[in-house]
């Protein structure tokens, strides 16, 4: 699957339970504190159509002192634990999301380092460290297309590709 081929279907490329999305999104605000940027692995399960979010990992569970910089800094001995935990869940990761301080677009640093340096990872930036309601047209979406290069979604591009679901039914 090719990430054009889904963007272009009519299931979302990223499906996200409505409970699980404001769940996840106090979690990194209440995470930052408004002065510092958080972050988390979206784990579940990728099919033909897209990928289904059931659960989170915050940064900070794989690494106590991950946010302890104005930036997320992990290493990998959590990448270890986070794909320990998959492994144990039967899920993946399908995405990363972490939040800015302002607008929800890549710094240098995020379009060099990649969460998950594999073609196609998702990720999402949630701007103002996540105050507020933050919806899917608030974030940058990016997929990564290899070769420090990304795909950028914003606004209603990405209301297309991250979908909000309840019981079922997108919202």
Not at 8 to 16: D, G
Not at 39 to 56: E, Y
Not at 83 to 109: I, L, Y
Request: net charge positive; proline share 6%; hydrophobic share 45%.
């Amino acid at each position: 699957m090719t990430f054009f081929k889904a963007a272009t279907m009519s299931a979302p490329l990223l499906e996200v339970p409505a409970a699980l999305w404001a769940e996840l999104m106090a979690h990194l605000r209440v995470q930052g504190g408004g002065v510092r940027e958080s972050g988390a692995f979206l784990l579940g399960h990728k099919t033909d159509a897209g990928r289904v979010v059931l659960r989170f990992v915050p940064y900070e569970q794989l690494q106590p002192d991950a946010l302890r910089n104005d930036y997320v800094s992990l290493k990998a001995a959590s990448f270890a634990k986070l794909w320990e935990v998959c492994r144990a869940e039967g899920m993946t990761v399908v995405a990363d999301v972490h939040t800015h301080p302002f607008g929800p677009g890549q710094s240098r640093s995020d379009r060099a380092n990649p969460m998950v340096a594999l073609k196609e990872h998702i990720a999402l930036i949630v701007p103002r460290f996540a105050k507020g309601n933050p919806r899917p047209r608030d974030l940058g979406l990016y997929v990564y297309e290899g070769n420090h290069q990304w795909a950028s979604y914003s606004g209603s591009d990405v209301d297309h590709l991250l979908r909000l679901t309840n019981a079922g039914v997108y919202q």
